[in-house]
């Protein structure tokens, strides 16, 4: 039996998981998330704050004495859409890698949305051609295909971090500052959703999840795939847009770091699903650092993590 961990160094959230795996079969050990903010401060100036740096640090600090405490033997890491803008990465790269030897794969954009699909994939059972919709703070992936094919992949700089510091927003979201988002998404994607025709939406993970606990006000099950009533999602997304700051920090079923941002999130997910006109939504539990393990274990996409 081996023992990997996966470390995804997320814009917003820095997520570790940790599993045993021998041949192609794999279980989870050990998973956890913590809201870093590594793009709060000076991701639209393409650099991370210092005190960014030292969150991360002190997480990845934290990480490895966990890893070290579970006997792990690898330890993968890769870094998004902050790290890989930014003009001053390598100094944090080698700052992570002089204090804790951990090296950091900074990943492109196209790789990105090519591991999400994996790891969406690998436990899924939809036989219609689907969008994935990867909502992050430096970037948001989507890709096209089904369950077989990956079509279409691109990766967008309009993550929920980059718009918020991008304008100061009122206290609810104003309809100007709703508009503001959706002209920012419209012109980020340029023509990429020409001629898409597509009814059935797959969130990957994050805000997807959180917005399921509001809905259902339960937390989210753990490895399942989720159909959501597209009325009663919608609903859910008005009301978070509309929230105040001051109802979303006593919310305990969203985390720190999305607390501010979920409207964002909230817009971006109902600004999607009316472009597209899309009928069907589904919450994948599984992201990008499934997909690395996929990738590393060489999983079947169709086999089932335990």
């Known amino acids: 039996m081996n023992r990997l961990a996966v470390i995804d160094l997320g814009t917003n959230t820095f997520?570790?998981?940790?599993?045993?795996?021998?041949?192609?079969?794999?279980?989870?050990?050990?998973?956890?998330k913590v809201?870093?903010?590594?793009?709060?401060?000076?991701?639209?100036?393409?650099r991370i704050a210092p005190e960014a740096q030292q969150r991360?640090?002190?997480t990845l600090t934290n990480y490895v004495q966990k890893c070290d405490e579970l006997s792990v033997k690898q330890i993968v890491a890769f870094g998004t859409s902050a790290i890989r803008n930014a003009t001053n990465s390598e100094q944090f790269i080698q700052k992570v890698k002089a204090q804790l030897n951990l090296d950091i794969e900074v990943v492109s954009g196209q790789r990105e949305a090519e591991l999400i699909y994996q790891g969406v994939t690998l436990g899924l059972d939809v036989q219609e051609p689907f969008i994935i919709m990867d909502i992050g703070g430096g970037s948001t992936e989507f890709i096209l295909g089904d369950k077989h094919r990956l079509k279409e992949t691109a990766s967008f700089e309009i993550g929920a971090a980059r718009i918020y510091q991008s304008r100061n927003f009122q206290d609810p979201y104003s309809q100007e500052d709703i508009n503001f988002i959706e002209d920012y998404l419209n012109a980020g994607v340029g023509h990429f959703f020409d001629g898409v025709s597509v009814e059935q939406l797959i969130g990957a993970s994050g805000s997807f999840e959180t917005f399921f606990e509001i809905l259902n006000d339960q937390p989210y099950p753990a490895h399942q795939y989720v159909q959501l009533n597209k009325e009663e999602l919608m609903k859910v997304l008005d009301r978070i847009i509309h929230s105040t700051l001051s109802q979303r920090e006593a919310d305990t079923r969203i985390i720190p770091i999305r607390k501010k941002m979920a409207p964002i999130a909230a817009i971006k997910i109902r600004w999607i699903i009316r472009k597209l006109n899309i009928q069907k939504i589904m919450i994948s539990p599984y992201s990008l650092k499934e997909g690395v393990i996929s990738e590393t274990i060489g999983i079947n996409k169709n086999d089932n993590a335990k």
């Open 15 to 32: 997520n570790l998981l940790v599993v045993d795996y021998e041949g192609c079969q794999h279980k989870e050990v050990y998973a956890t």
């Open 35 to 46: 809201g870093v903010g590594l793009g709060l401060g000076g991701i639209n100036e393409n």
């Open 56 to 58: 991360g640090l002190d």
